[in-house]
C-alpha cells in the first residue's frame, strides 16, 4: 500500500465508525438488537437466518438486511419465511459499510426486536467495517477446515459469536470442531460457541434462545 | 466510494496490470505455465494443490507461491509433499497483487514446469488483480452451494477454469453439480469445468492431464 492508499482506507474507516456509533445508538434506544453474521460464501448465513426465523419471528418481530454483491436471492429467501427482507447489492464492493445500512434503515420498522445483517460472503473484509451491530458472530462451516481462525484472524478476534455450522458433516470431513473452538478461543476468550445444523435443526433453538436472553438483558441493563 | 477512493483503486489496478504483463512475459520465455487458483476460504485449494503434486512433481517441476493474511500452513503443507514452496503472508490484506508475486519470483528456480499460486482465501477481491498467470482457475466446492457464480460474479466471469471440488459430499448436500456449471457457463462459455474430489481422488488425474497438455500446447504454440 502507498501512503496515499493508507490515508484514503483511514478515512473511509473513521467516516464508516462514526456512523455505525450513531446507528448503534438508534438501535439501541429502540430496544432493537442487531446481530452482523459475517462468513465465507457457503458457510450457512441465509440458511442459519431461515432456521432462526422459524424460531424467533413468535413471538419477536424480526427483519434481516441482505448483503450481496449481486442477486436478489437471499432476501428472497427470507421473505418466503415471511419476515421481512431488504436486500443490498454493493455491486462489486466485497463488504457492507455503515452507510449502506444507515440508507435502508429508515425503511424498517421501528418496532422490531431483532435485526439480523447477513454481510457479503467474505471471511477477511467485512470484519474490518462496524455496521453499528449490538453483536458480531462468524460462522465457521465445517467444510472449511478446523485451521481458519488463525489463517483469518481479524474475524475471529473482533467477533462476540463463533457458530460452528453444518456439524452433520463433520463425520465425513477432516475437521475437528474443538480444535477450530480452542483456536479461536485462544485468539479470543470472550468468543461464545455454539455448534449448529441449520439444515438439521441440531443446536439451533440453543442458538435462538441464547439471543432471545441476550435481548432481555440487554433491555434490562438499559432500564 | 468517494472520487479520491476510485482513482486511488484505478491507479492500484493500473499499476497491477503493468506488473502483471512483466511477469505473464517472463513466465511464458522461460516455457512456465503459471495457474492462479482463486476461491473462498476451505473450498479445497491447498488439498487440490497436495493431489496435483503427487499427480505432476513426476515428470514435472512445479513450485508453489501460497497468498495468506496469516501463517506458514499452506506452504508447509506443500513442501511436505516434496514441493518447494513460498508463503506470502498480507498480513491483512485481503488479495495477492502482482508485485508480491514479483518480489518473490527471483528466487524462484528458471527450470520449473508449473508455477501454481494459490490466493488468499476470498471469492471477492483476488477477481479484480491479474497477478501475470497464464490459467486463472476458480474453485467452488459443493458444500458452498450452486447459487455462488451469480452472486460472486467477478471470479467466474474472469477465471479459464471451473474446479467444482468436494465433489464426495454432494450425496449429503442440497448441492447440484450441473446447476452450478450451468450457471458459470451461462456468464462464461468459456470456461472448462471439473469436478474433483481432491481427498479421495476423484476426478484429479483428468485435472493434471489437461494441466499437462495445456502446458504442451502453449509451449508448441511458441515453438
Not at 453444518?166 to 479461536?184: G, I, M, N, Y
Request: charged share 25%; with cysteine; proline share 6%.
Amino acid at each position: 500500500m502507498t501512503k496515499k492508499d493508507v490515508i484514503v482506507l483511514k478515512d473511509l474507516l473513521g467516516t464508516n465508525k462514526q456512523i455505525a456509533a450513531k446507528i448503534r445508538q438508534e438501535l439501541r434506544s429502540r430496544g432493537i438488537l442487531c446481530v452482523n453474521l459475517l462468513s465465507s460464501p457457503g458457510s450457512g448465513k441465509t440458511t442459519l437466518l431461515e432456521g432462526l426465523a422459524d424460531r424467533l419471528k413468535s413471538p419477536y418481530r424480526i427483519a434481516v438486511i441482505e448483503g450481496d454483491i449481486e442477486t436478489e436471492r437471499d432476501a428472497e429467501r427470507i421473505r418466503a419465511k415471511g419476515v421481512p427482507a431488504w436486500q443490498i447489492t454493493t455491486g462489486g464492493a466485497c463488504h457492507l459499510e455503515a452507510k449502506m445500512v444507515g440508507k435502508v434503515l429508515p425503511g424498517v420498522p421501528g418496532d422490531i426486536d431483532f435485526l439480523f445483517i447477513e454481510n457479503v460472503g467474505n471471511l477477511v473484509c467485512p470484519a474490518g467495517f462496524d455496521l453499528g451491530e449490538g453483536l458480531r458472530c462468524v460462522l465457521l462451516s465445517a467444510p472449511e477446515g478446523d485451521d481458519k481462525p488463525k489463517k483469518y484472524p481479524q474475524a475471529f478476534l473482533t467477533a462476540d459469536v463463533l457458530i460452528l455450522t453444518k456439524s452433520d458433516l463433520v463425520p465425513f470431513l477432516p475437521f475437528d470442531p474443538d480444535k477450530a473452538a480452542a483456536e479461536a478461543l485462544s485468539m479470543n476468550p470472550r468468543l461464545r460457541v455454539f455448534r449448529v445444523s441449520a439444515l438439521k435443526g441440531e443446536g439451533m433453538d440453543e442458538l435462538a434462545v441464547f439471543f432471545a436472553d441476550f435481548l432481555a438483558k440487554e433491555r434490562a441493563g438499559r432500564a
